[in-house]
């Protein structure tokens, strides 16, 4: 099996930043695209960004510019730095990740548990 576990959410006033972390453990022979989704109370979960194997980006309109991913192959980890933030941005970010199973080969999506991320005004 494949865990991934978040850390670094919290409450921070606006303007202020915090660093997400993601660490993806278990039976891994690789990992393709790695990202971090968000959903606010009433809402959808949407996409914030994503990151390839390539380290090609890819970010939302609205965290271009403030966001920035990461990923540290060798560990497995993907970071998600977040910079002036706004209320707007307060939500349960979770952290993505397609993995290749090394007893299978076979591609899974996997998702973390979510860390709170929450900007006051």
């Known amino acids: 099996q494949v865990q991934l576990v978040e850390s670094g959410g919290g409450l921070v006033q606006a303007g202020g930043s915090l660093r997400l972390s993601c660490a993806a453990s278990?039976?891994?022979?690789?990992?393709?695209?790695m990202g971090w989704y968000r959903q606010a109370p009433g809402k959808q979960r949407e996409l914030v960004a994503t990151?390839?194997?390539?380290?090609?980006?890819n970010y939302a309109d609205s965290v271009k510019g403030r966001f920035t991913i990461s990923r540290d192959n060798a560990k497995n980890t993907v970071y998600l730095q977040l910079n002036s933030l706004k209320p707007e941005d307060t939500a349960v970010y979770y952290c993505?990740?397609?993995?290749?199973?090394?007893?299978?080969?076979?591609?899974?999506?996997?998702w973390g548990q979510g860390t709170q991320v929450t900007v006051s005004s």
């Open positions: 993505n990740a397609m993995v290749q199973v090394s007893a299978t080969f076979l591609w899974n999506n996997y």
């Open positions: 278990g039976s891994i022979f690789s990992i393709l695209t």
């Open positions: 990151i390839a194997s390539t380290d090609r980006t």
